[in-house]
């Protein structure tokens, strides 16, 4: 059987975490039998310019939110199906190169600009094959991930379904799936938020300075029986020695420092709060485990739906300034205010996003597989 083909781009973590989701989901409900294909055609494209375009980003998102808040609406009125915008050229000839040699059954994208790429290649003719576009974003979704090339759209909550249908999509070519998180959040085992609040997980992404602010600010203002777990992951190499030289006032505080942590299920499990920015992939997995959260950072235009959706369904609070963290969070631990927010959060407990997409996928090829 020919593939189904699952493409994302590594510019920010949610298009590959919900990409490599899909891919799993798949080969769990199949157990093997309809095989995939993953990959990263803009990368492999621009071996060269790929990697600046990466820094650029990355660079934007953390220390120049508003140079990426005006990309982003720059982004709503690109032409991208137009043969103008020749800095697509090779990720187009190396995605008409791939079609030929796979032949997908089917092709599940996380990234908006393939469909643009695909209407390029085929024309007037039609995509020979069915096209699923995972929205990575809620809310505030971006015009760009809408392509005539598409034939269903995933996206993760009722608000991005209206959104969508707003933007001219009719709403029987829309499904509400989630998110696609990894498939292990549906696994049995998690730990209820417990009665008080006990353990707290920081994903910390912005500047130098607004880390060290805002970790401090968590020392000094949180009660001393607090527990916090610190990821770092790719900002180990300039925050790990700020944010030790900082604890090196604390000695008392229960800190762990991780780099890298590949089992995210399992430690926003033990975990009752999260502080993380509201990317597509963390702020969905924190509702998939059913966690509290605060939103610490939103990057303009692209995250702003996403803060919007932990507010609406109260399952969290924001709060972007370093020095009122420590305050924030030491609020949260009032005993009815803690249980309010661990109630919304159970409610809104949804890790089935993978799943659901790869049985839209599997329908579609005829490979239909029982509802759980």
């Not at 370093?322 to 890790?351: F, I, K, M, S």
């Amino acid at each position: 059987m020919n593939p189904v083909l699952i493409l994302s781009a590594s510019f920010g973590d949610g298009h590959n975490t919900a990409a490599r989701s899909v891919v799993s989901a798949v080969d769990q409900l199949t157990g093997g039998a309809v095989p995939t294909k993953f990959a990263d055609l803009v990368l492999e494209a621009e071996p060269v310019a790929g990697p600046w375009l990466q820094l650029g980003y990355k660079f934007a998102i953390t220390s120049a939110p508003w140079i990426w808040s005006q990309l982003y609406r720059l982004a709503e009125i690109l032409p991208f199906s137009d043969d103008r915008l020749l800095f697509l050229g090779n990720v187009e000839r190396l995605l008409a190169d791939w079609l030929g040699q796979i032949r997908p059954s089917a092709l599940v994208t996380t990234f908006p600009i393939y469909p643009h790429l695909l209407r390029r290649i085929y024309g007037t003719n039609g995509v020979p094959f069915p096209v699923f576009t995972v929205v990575t974003d809620s809310i505030t979704v971006n015009k760009i991930w809408i392509s005539p090339a598409t034939s269903h759209y995933c996206v993760p909550d009722e608000f991005s379904l209206e959104v969508v249908e707003k933007l001219g999509v009719p709403r029987d070519l829309i499904s509400v799936t989630g998110f696609p998180v990894s498939p292990r959040f549906c696994e049995p085992g998690a730990q209820p938020v417990g009665g008080r609040l006990t353990r707290v997980l920081w994903f910390p992404s912005v500047t130098t300075s607004g880390v060290k602010k805002g970790l401090l600010s968590l020392l000094e203002h949180t009660p001393a029986e607090l527990e916090f777990t610190i990821v770092l992951g790719r900002h180990e190499p300039r925050l790990r020695p700020v944010i030790e030289r900082a604890l090196a006032s604390f000695p008392n505080r229960k800190v762990t420092v991780l780099g890298w942590c590949r089992d995210v299920p399992g430690l926003l499990r033990a975990h009752d709060l999260v502080l993380t920015k509201a990317g597509g992939a963390t702020t969905h997995e924190c509702f998939a485990a059913g966690r509290p959260t605060v939103i610490t950072h939103v990057v303009p235009g692209q995250e702003e739906g996403n803060a919007q959706l932990v507010l609406r369904r109260g399952t969290g609070v924001r709060e972007t300034d370093p020095d009122a963290l420590g305050p924030c969070v030491r609020g949260l631990t009032e005993p009815r205010c803690w249980a309010q927010l661990r109630t919304n959060a159970a409610l809104h407990a949804h890790p089935d996003g993978a799943l659901a997409v790869a049985r839209l996928v599997l329908h579609s090829i005829g490979r239909p597989v029982p509802q759980a």
